[in-house]
């Protein structure tokens, strides 16, 4: 066992509010002042970096995160595949991904702790609050680019047993079927989901259940808030770079088995103008994957050997901090410690030989951090945070500074610069193959202005950014092949954004573009496409309980890499989606819907193409 103390840490509480558009940012004039919110810890919810987007109820998640600004998700070859999220461009794995503050990432897997969002079932998830730009300062490794929370609503102690349960039917003609209840008690709320996608897309298959269970024991003094996430399913699809349907042979296929258990507990009380808050999380994951061989291709000549692994994450996360409120400030101070282990036992398979990839490495470190908002005038003011990660191989500070300047009851401008840092994954530390453990941390600078204007027609935004990455990992062939710290990577563009406020005539729209330049040593990345755009109207007939919605998608060409094809072009897609809600009776709605309704012929990642149309439907009982 390899024991490397360093440093990590992930803290979060949500501000668990609806948000009025899909489209729009937390209103900056709400205060509340006993919830903290993603992109800071302080009691305050008027953050300028953070975005929020209420979900629509849907059976497909990766086609709502693609209409986010500035974020993409690659839909590979059918729902069992990987899909990861890319934010500003940047590496999928620099983005810190939970599920009501639990963090989804997960070290031991060979894409550098990258969350696989097809194991996320659609009826968790009712918003999606995403903060963009460097957040070590906040949560230490993992935050490079970003944090994304998907928000399960309600919170326990919100709806005080005064909320409907649920019961949610969906199927898809391509992704399978789904089912979810939801059951809200006082103090107590219980969501469970499971979903079937069995081989209706070619080669693809997925099987997933999930429990939910978030209750709010009332305390003579405090809040305290208790969390279980509990999963498990198997899945199947194209092996990465394998070329997926339309390159890759038959038997190129990855299956893979999870099973993973996260326990959460936060408490935090108020005294005069002082908050403590406490929060302890475990986290046990267990994943097996079992990847068939690749053929040898163009980019290849040997190809991959087909592997197992089975792959164990164990973590346990405490953290602490302590808020005062002055006159024109609020100040915080606390501690962080992680424990974690990553493990796996595997072996690549050669045909006429095996090689073993046993790994077992441990790690644990402290980090200490502050925080505070200055109000220097009624208009403007300053929130900073600084973070220090002492590990045994380095000591790694972590500053951010965000200014928001309300220029009148209309605009805000706001500028946001921070620094952010990844430890090395188990996988890359200690494969005993490739593995490396000299590995250096990869480090992050991020820089983004933005605009924000409210007026009558809606909610208008400008978001320029521009980030730098450093110490990327990358394979070296060798000899001897490893892993090494050696490129570096520029992400900048633009995104633009509007929503419009629900108007007497039940009417609104919502648009956002976004344009991305993003290069590692002046060659451009794979999998990130320079243009992408989303358009959606909305019109809602409320005497007769029905609500039609249609959906317009573009993306941009993209450049993508397999092993029998090499490095291709991707063509632009455009995708039209049109769905009805139809109230059938008090309690009972139902949606249909109709995907790629001009039948393009999509491909998001080599091979793995999307085409005709398809048809959805999905039935909500809520009862009291």
Known sequence: MIKIPAISRLMFISAYSISACSLASQDASQQVESMNILGTRLAINNHSQLSQFATKASINLPAQLNQIPGLQVNPNAGPGSVNELFLQGADSNYTLVMLNGIPLNDGTNSRGGAANISLLNPFLVDRIDVVQGAQSSLYGSQGLAGAVNFVALPDATEFEGQAPHKIRLGADSRSGFMLGAQAQFERLSIKLASERAPEMYPQSELKTNTALIVASPELSSGELTLTLLASNGDSQGYAPDSGGEQYAETTALEKSEHDNVSVAGNYQNTFDDTQIWLQGIYIDKQHD????????????????????????????????????????????????????????????????????????IERDYFAY????????????????????????????????????????????????????????????????????????????????????????????????????????????????????????????????????????????????????????????????????????????????????????????????????????????????????????????TLRVGLQNTLQQDLEFSVGNRHAGRYAWAMLDVEFN
Do not use: C
Request: charged residues 20%; glycine residues 8%; negative net charge.
């Open 369 to 588: 951090f502050a925080e505070g908002q200055i109000n220097l005038t009624t208009d403007l003011s300053a929130t900073v945070a600084a973070r220090v990660d002492d590990t045994e191989q380095d000591s790694v500070f972590s500053p951010s500074v965000d200014v928001a300047w309300q220029v009148d009851n209309q605009h805000r401008i706001s500028v946001n610069w921070g620094k952010g840092f990844k430890l090395p994954s188990f996988y890359a530390l200690g494969h005993p193959l490739i593995g490396n453990e000299a590995l250096k941390s990869e480090r992050s600078e991020t820089r983004q202005l933005r605009f924000e204007r409210r007026d009558s027609l809606g909610f208008w935004s400008i978001n320029l950014f521009d980030n730098s990455f450093e110490n990327l990992v990358d394979f070296e062939p060798g000899p001897p092949p490893q892993l090494v710290n050696r490129a570096q990577s520029d992400t900048s563009g633009v995104t633009l954004g509007f929503a419009s406020h629900i108007s007497t005539s039940d009417f609104r729209w919502a648009a956002n573009y976004t344009y991305l330049d993003a290069k590692a040593d002046g060659q451009v990345l794979l999998g990130r496409a320079q243009h992408s755009a989303h358009f959606s109207l909305s019109k809602e007939f409320v005497q007769n309980g029905i609500t039609l919605n249609a959906t317009l998608d573009y993306k941009g060409r993209v450049f993508a890499s397999s092993i029998p094809t090499a490095q291709i072009e991707i063509g632009n897609g455009t995708n039209l989606g049109l769905d009805a809600a139809v109230v059938l009776t008090q309690g009972y």
């Open 289 to 360: 994957v079992d990847s068939s061989s690749v053929a040898p291709g163009v980019r290849d000549p040997a190809g991959l050997p087909a592997s197992f692994n089975a792959n164990k994450l164990r973590q346990v996360r405490l953290s602490g901090h302590v808020q005062h409120h002055f006159e024109h400030s609020r100040w915080l101070m606390g501690i962080d410690y992680v424990d974690e282990t990553g493990e796996s036992q595997g072996e690549l398979d050669f045909n006429v030989f095996s090689v073993p990839t046993d790994f077992n």
